[in-house]
């Protein structure tokens, strides 16, 4: 192979291809993967598009109807105040997804940027990993507890209550759970530097910005798509405790962990109640384990075509 | 350091680099590793200048040092009339096109994440503006240059061989039309049959475009292949450096003349009957060199000058530099003497 001389005929001759068609080919191959994309874009478009079909007002108190089994009028059933269940479930739903997305999107960020400025520039690790001991030696739950008491009011007059809610929680749980993204990725960039590539591209005159953009960042995405994952499930699960606490939402504004909590009350006489809000919760965190699953083997080269 | 006739591209005086050394609680600095420690050489227009020495001597820092890749201690490197040893970032950047760098590990050296064509093209990107289909029509033309079938150009470096990855790393090092290429241990990692074939294909890329090699290796008879002048390190420091007919026929340097004996011999009749120098001991450690010579710890010709002083290096014939304290500075003996007065000094040091 190694001599063969260049072969310029049309038919061994194919121009570059996008590299993404080749990721979504090796996605298309992981079928966890795909069921899991599948599942997740079932939940998005039922949670999304659901409440233009299923008209019912998540808020409107029926109290006749309440402690409903399932019946045609009300296919989940409804809560101790007579609520629909499935419009309940669809509007936690969006809330609950968006917090997820939005928090793990968040400390990700955070996470990825400061460990890579932690790992790349080293007069910056010591202060920026010293940083990152202190968030990780703070109790959560008092901090959490402290933010929500201060900029509560002055948020939810600014931005309205829900909204003001949904960035105080969303900030909240981002800049708490940034810290272990931070070590892992500072760990594996302390690595990369040193590997010969990087000096290549020193060789030629790279800055440091488009070193840390072309050669650093891929070769890190594997952990950080890990820590994706893992990140919005921690962070539904999060946002449902704060809930619990009276921390999160209003009591009355539905999520899949107020609901879930709302329905522990009453776990003996009526199981489904907790039921699908904890099986909208684990399917959710699963498929989306799948989907970063898939995305880390089919981002790798190495593993793509296997 | 050579007439000035041929043009002179590369000129290093007294490079330095020393790495620090932390240690205890305050991570305070407790000392240096000398990797390279005081290097002068001049590496003409169109030549190739072979490095070679033993594992940990200082080659491929000094390889490195030269294309400004570490901060230098002290010391002077000028590249085609430039000086650069104290150059910042963006003074250097403009002058990356002209000096590249071949690695020691083809597998290492090309990110694992970034198909041929998009290693290939990352200097052009960087230095050029090009439009697309002309940096891909650049690609090509160096794929072609050195033995790639254009096809290959979206696949990753893990599909390839070593020596296709080297000289996928080649072509790249080819892409700006450089002058000066530092070639880390080329071939190193690859095994003898391929060896051959990325020499060659040095070689060739080397009359094609006029290049002028720094080929770093431990591989002497590699190095008696390509090179044109060959420079001898010990311990951070430049041992000998002559012509390469010179130095193979006739080493000077007691460390030389050791290296040399220990490569082996085709005709196992010769073989057999050889004679090898073999040196007792460890390389010491740069961070710890010895007093005086650094090679006195394991000189089978020490003298007790060697213990006390560095010695210089000097011209002992036209061309043919040595740091020894066997040629004293003086006398420029005839190959001869010197024969002579180096056996008198192996009987001194036998009583």
């Known amino acids: 192979m190694t001599d063969t001389a260049p072969q310029i005929t049309e038919e061994a001759f194919r121009r570059p291809r996008n590299q993404w068609w080749d990721v979504w080919d090796q996605f298309r191959t992981h079928k966890g993967a795909l069921v899991g994309f599948i599942i997740f874009i079932t939940i998005m478009v039922a949670v999304l598009i659901g409440p233009y079909l299923w008209t019912i007002d998540p808020g409107y108190i029926d109290i006749r109807a309440r402690n409903q089994g399932p019946t045609l009028a009300h296919p989940l059933g409804t809560d101790q105040l007579g609520r629909d269940m499935l419009a309940r479930m669809m509007a936690g739903g969006k809330v609950s997804v968006a917090v997820g997305v939005t928090s793990m999107a968040l400390s990700l960020i955070l996470g990825t940027l400061i460990g890579v400025l932690a790992g790349y520039f080293k007069k910056l690790d010591g202060p920026l990993m010293r940083f990152t001991d202190l968030f990780l030696a703070l109790p959560l739950l008092p901090l959490l507890l402290v933010m929500v008491m201060l900029f509560r009011e002055a948020l939810s007059s600014r931005f309205g209550p829900e909204t003001g809610i949904f960035i105080l929680m969303v900030t909240a749980i981002g800049i708490t759970s940034w810290m272990q993204t931070a070590r892992i990725v500072r760990g594996d960039v302390l690595a990369l530097k040193e590997r010969e590539f990087v000096l290549a591209a020193r060789s030629i005159g790279t800055p440091s910005y488009r070193m840390i953009l072309r050669h650093i960042l891929p070769n890190v995405m594997s952990p950080v798509m890990v820590s994706a994952t893992l990140g919005i499930a921690s962070a539904i699960i999060t946002e449902s405790s704060l809930s619990f606490l009276g921390l999160g939402f209003p009591p009355d504004f539905p999520t899949w962990g107020r609901l879930l909590f709302d329905a522990v009350d009453y776990l003996n006489q009526y199981p489904e109640r907790v039921f699908w809000p904890g099986l909208a919760i684990s399917l959710t965190v699963l498929s989306v384990n799948y989907i970063g699953d898939g995305l880390r083997d089919a981002l790798d080269p190495r593993i793509r075509g296997r | ?351």
């Open chain 2, 1 to 351: 350091m050579l007439d000035d006739t041929p043009r002179t591209l590369v000129k290093v005086r007294d490079l330095k680099m020393h790495f620090p050394i932390f240690a205890g609680l305050f991570r305070r600095r407790v000392g240096e590793v000398k990797a390279v420690d005081g290097v002068s050489f001049d590496i003409i227009e169109g030549e190739t200048l072979g490095l070679v020495g033993e594992s940990g001597c200082g080659k491929s820092t000094c390889g490195r040092a030269v294309l400004r890749l570490y901060d230098i201690t002290s010391g002077s490197i000028s590249i085609d009339g430039q000086e650069i040893g104290d150059a910042g970032y963006q003074k250097l950047r403009p002058m990356r096109p002209q000096m590249q760098m071949v690695f020691q590990d083809p597998q290492a050296s090309l990110n694992p994440r970034m198909t041929v064509a998009r290693i290939i093209s990352e200097p052009l990107d960087e230095h050029t503006t090009l439009s697309k289909a002309e940096k891909q029509e650049r690609v090509y033309e160096l794929m072609d240059a050195v033995g790639l079938n254009r096809d290959f150009a979206n696949r990753y470096p893990h599909e390839f061989s070593g020596g296709q990855r080297q000289r996928i790393g080649i072509a790249r090092a080819l892409a700006l039309n450089p002058k000066f290429i530092v070639c880390d241990e080329p071939i190193a990692a690859l095994d003898v049959s391929i060896q051959a074939q990325v020499v060659n294909l040095l070689e060739e890329l080397q009359d094609k475009f006029n290049l002028t090699y720094l080929f770093i290796s431990h591989d002497l008879s590699m190095v008696r292949h390509i090179a044109d002048r060959v420079a001898v390190m010990y311990l951070g420091k430049v041992a000998e450096l002559a012509p390469r007919d010179a130095l193979y026929s006739k080493p000077l340097h007691p460390y030389t003349e050791a290296l040399l004996s220990a490569v082996p011999e085709p005709d196992p009749n010769v073989e057999t009957r050889r004679e090898r120098i073999i040196l007792r001991g460890d390389v010491p450690s740069p961070a710890h060199p010895p007093q005086g010579c650094n090679f006195s710890t394991r000189c089978p010709k020490v003298m007790d000058i060697c213990h006390q002083s560095d010695p210089d290096m000097q011209e002992v014939e036209p061309g043919h530099f040595v740091a020894c304290h066997l040629y004293p500075p003086t006398t420029k003996p005839t190959t001869k003497n010197m024969v002579a007065s180096e056996a008198n000094k192996s009987i001194q040091q036998g009583e």
